[in-house]
């Protein structure tokens, strides 16, 4: 007969991780954010500073259009520029201003969580500036 010893094994349990582990996965997740948080401030402040453009060509053509039915422009700002022609509202937090002459208008607008670009249009001169 064999005899028998009675080896007293440690086994582990296989329903957690151990804290070396949860080291190094909490370790990779923050290097993944200091890459990523950067880039997604970023593409965030550009998508703003898009609308404030786009709401700015909004106006700027709902402008030419008032012109063709009044003969001639509307100063406006924010809000009231809901009074154009297929303005119903800007998108939300944008500023825009529309400051209008007889035969012309100039207009800017930005997004305080952009950028901090400002888009200026003058009609007299083509359009969208620099």
Known sequence: MHS???HHTVTRSSGGFTLIELLVVMGIVSALMAVALPRYSDYRARSFDSRAEIDLRSVAMAEE????QKEEYLSCANDTCAQLPGIQKLSPGVV?????????FTGSSSHPKGSGKTFKWDSAAGGMGN
Not at 96 to 104: P, R
Request: net charge positive.
């Open 4 to 6: 028998r010893s009675f």
């Open 65 to 68: 259009a008032y012109f063709l």
């Open 96 to 104: 825009l201003s529309i400051v209008a002459s007889k035969t012309a």
